[in-house]
């Protein structure tokens, strides 16, 4: 029997009324034909097919308990869903839910992994584009739920796909941006590491005409300086960031994030006329795209903003305004961070304000907090502010002291915890 | 109850946008495809699709050509006995999926390559 066409190259010449002797000797090639000429009469184009492959995966996942996605696809009943059709729809799933419902998302992208890999150990491997499309999702979205170790160990694998690319440079320096982005989670906090796989992924990203990348890359590089609290490095690249981004096709949400970063920089530096400029800008843009707690945080970086600018009774119910929102989001971490803020900037602007009961609240609510933080963050974080208390108290509160304070617990939700230590020279015992 | 030929789906709202849902489920697509299809934003099918708005003439129109109808053509009626007549095309279509997955990843990628091609060589509707 001669040896069979590819299916494409068959498809082309039955198309074309091309006569094929091979059809006479091969049934498989016949049952092929005759099922793509009866999909090319029943589908107009591709979207419908993948549409009714969308409908089998549909009643697998229907059937299927959600504990049980990952690995359901490798039933022996499902081997006929082993096909690139599968695994593109698999990870579109898991990116379409990836904000709404991570978890089911992450179930989703594992199947998308799992059933590349049985097409690979079948010999049928799918794209090695599509392989690594999966692993870079896959490994994403365990970042997103925490898993920071297995999302480098699958953003490894993804390395040695990245190989089989075309664009392999291309590719490995978006894994290298990926890496960076874990490398700069608070849980592994490599700051060092995230900064040097940043500006690698930027260099070749450059070069590769990949804008929208470079720029994150450099969005990322940024954010790790400032957690060094090298906020005049990271000036210049987010100045850089708000120029490029949208034209690099960066969302406009990514913009008004750059926006203000780059005004709590500013914050920093004490330049309060440029931050309260780029606070407002990421305010504004947030507001457009509706994004009420991003943009109650960013109106909270003006007010800090002019604070600092000596106009702190302006700002009094701005501060509470936007720390509100935030309560109200279910973001306590982040809510006593912005409470200290207030705490800060009331004692700058009066050594004897009386902030007795917003550390009292700050204290109370850092205690109980129920979020996803570490049970040994939410600890620390709550002994720091049980020490502010107390201080407050005893109307020994200074501004040095809430600022000392403040800053050990913003360094605490980005960084590994570290036990809190009160500043050298508190006379004053827990 | 509409009398009718072929069997009829489970549920017929009577209302348009209901129906036009039924239609576009009946053929697989997506909102966004009807979208495409109908030159239309996605937002606009939806808000037809759950009855948010009631559809211009010039929607309506648009609606209708993507289906390959005439406006007049677009009463519950009529769109009830399309929804009918489309569940059973996707019943074959669904079993010539199945035979085409039973057979391999090549063929399967082949197939839409192919329908790619077909459907890029064809005039876009108006």
Redesign the interface.
Same mark, same amino acid.
């Given at each position: 029997m001669s040896e069979c066409p590819?299916?494409?190259k =068959? =498809?082309?010449l039955v198309?074309d009324g091309e006569y094929v002797p091979h059809l006479r000797e091969c049934e498989?090639c016949r049952?092929?034909v005759d099922? *793509?000429t009866? *999909? $090319?009469r029943?589908? #107009?184009?591709?979207? /419908?097919? /993948? *549409?009714? $492959? @969308? $409908?089998?995966i549909e009643e697998v996942l229907r059937d299927t308990p959600e504990r049980r996605w990952s690995s359901v696809f490798l039933d022996s009943r499902n081997t006929?869903?082993? @096909? #690139? $059709?599968v695994v593109r729809d698999l990870r579109r799933r898991a990116d379409e839910l990836s904000g709404a419902n991570p978890r089911q998302a992450l179930s989703l992208s594992a199947a998308a992994v799992n059933v590349s890999d049985a097409?690979v150990a079948a010999g049928?491997p799918?794209a090695p584009e599509l392989r690594f499309d999966a692993l870079k999702l896959h490994s994403s979205l365990l970042r997103e739920m925490g898993a920071l170790d297995e999302a480098l160990s699958v953003l490894g694998r993804a390395w040695a796909v990245a190989d089989e690319t075309e664009h392999r440079e291309q590719y490995r320096a978006t894994l290298s941006l990926c890496g960076a982005i874990i490398y700069a989670e608070p849980d592994l906090a490599n700051f060092r590491e995230a900064i040097n796989l940043a500006e690698a992924a930027a260099t070749v990203l450059d070069v590769c005409g990949d804008q929208r990348r470079a720029v994150i890359a450099r969005h990322t590089k940024a954010y790790a300086l400032t957690v060094m609290n090298r906020f005049e490095a990271a000036v210049p690249l987010l100045r850089g960031v708000v120029d490029e981004i949208v034209d690099a096709g960066g969302s406009a949400h990514d913009a008004a994030i750059a926006h203000a970063l780059l005004a709590l920089c500013y914050v920093r530096l004490g330049l309060y006329g440029d931050a309260l400029d780029h606070a407002r800008i990421a305010e504004h843009m947030h507001v457009e795209l509706r994004e009420t707690v991003d943009a109650a945080r960013a109106a909270h970086v003006a007010a800090r903003a002019i604070a600092g600018l000596g106009q702190f009774a302006a700002v009094r119910e701005e501060f509470t305004r936007t720390a509100d929102i935030v309560f109200q989001a279910g973001l306590f971490d982040v809510w006593c961070l912005l409470r200290l803020d207030y705490i800060t900037a009331a004692l700058a602007d009066d050594g004897g304000a009386d902030v007795r009961a917003d550390a009292e609240g700050v204290a109370r609510v850092a205690m109980t907090i129920g979020t996803t933080e570490s049970t040994q963050r939410r600890r620390f974080t709550a002994e720091a502010c049980n020490y502010l208390r107390l201080i407050a108290t005893r109307d020994m509160l200074t501004y040095e002291v809430a600022e000392y304070v403040r800053n050990y617990v913003d360094r605490n939700a980005k960084q590994k915890p570290v036990k809190f230590i009160p500043p050298s020279g508190a006379d004053f015992t827990m | 109850m509409l009398s009718s030929p072929v069997p009829m789906p489970p549920q017929q709202p009577s209302d348009f946008g209901g129906l036009v849902r039924q239609l576009r489920d009946a053929r697989g697509w997506t909102q966004e495809k009807l979208a495409r299809e109908a030159d239309l934003t996605v937002t606009s099918v939806s808000n037809v699709e759950r009855g948010a708005t009631k559809p211009s003439a010039e929607t309506v129109e648009k609606i209708a050509a993507a289906f390959g109808l005439r406006p007049s053509e677009l009463d519950p009626r009529r769109l009830a006995r399309l929804v009918a007549e489309h569940a059973i095309s996707f019943t074959q279509r669904r079993a010539i999926t199945r035979l085409l997955l039973d057979i391999g990843e090549r063929e399967v990628e082949a197939v839409i390559a192919f329908l790619d091609e077909q459907s890029k060589r064809k005039p876009r509707p108006k």
């Open positions: 590819h299916p494409a =068959l =498809l082309q198309s498989k049952t092929f099922a *793509a009866k *999909a $090319v029943a589908f #107009s184009d591709p979207s /419908e097919l /993948e *549409a009714a $492959v @969308r $409908v089998q006929h869903l082993h @096909r #690139s $059709v097409m049928n799918p | -």
